[in-house]
């Protein structure tokens, strides 16, 4: 079974002012580059460097921004444009939901923090180390696999979890 994965208000607010400040920035370079009529080979490479960065970075953050969960009999199949991300179901050990108030003081260690969604490495002092793959900051769920990994989810439909500790009861 599918699970959406939406984006709260506060990723689509980040998203879009961030995709502004992208266009607005790519459009002063371009401008710059057709008004460049002498020549000036610097400015015309720093121009289009940062622009061709600017279009790496949206695409990038898209690709990995998870899209969806897929619940199957064996996995959990954390949907992505790039790349899934699948966990085996006999590898959880336990599935909870989390409020705020569980995760303590939170840093991103290596992730992204709104821009299409919430992913990647992040600490938490009540947690420990955890990896991200959510689009809100409700519907969270802490997954613990037989490893010691933690992986937090947002589904839309907070019924996954019903259907997850099926397997770990």
Do not use: C, H
């Not at 371009?30 to 460049?36: E, P, S, Y």
């Not at 180390?129 to 490893?147: D, E, G, H, P, W």
């Amino acid at each position: 079974m599918e699970y959406k994965a939406s984006m709260d208000t506060l990723t689509k607010i980040i998203t879009a002012v961030t995709v502004v400040i992208f266009i607005v920035i790519i459009y002063s370079f371009a401008k710059d580059v057709w008004k460049n009529k002498d020549g000036d080979l610097t400015s015309l490479i720093v121009s289009i460097s940062a622009t061709v960065s600017f279009i790496a970075l949206l695409v990038l953050t898209w690709l990995y921004a998870p899209q969806s969960y897929t619940l199957t009999d064996a996995e959990l199949i954390i949907n992505r444009p790039a790349a899934k991300r699948v966990i085996n179901r006999s590898e959880i050990m336990d599935v909870k939901e989390v409020k705020s108030n569980d995760l303590g003081m939170f840093i991103r260690t290596f992730g992204n923090g709104g821009l299409f969604g919430y992913y990647g490495k992040f600490y938490s002092s009540k947690l420990g180390s955890v990896t991200l793959y959510t689009t809100q900051r409700k519907n969270r769920l802490l997954i613990t696999t037989t490893t010691g990994k933690k992986i937090m989810i947002s589904p839309d439909d907070m019924k996954i979890i019903d259907e997850l500790k099926t397997i770990t009861e």
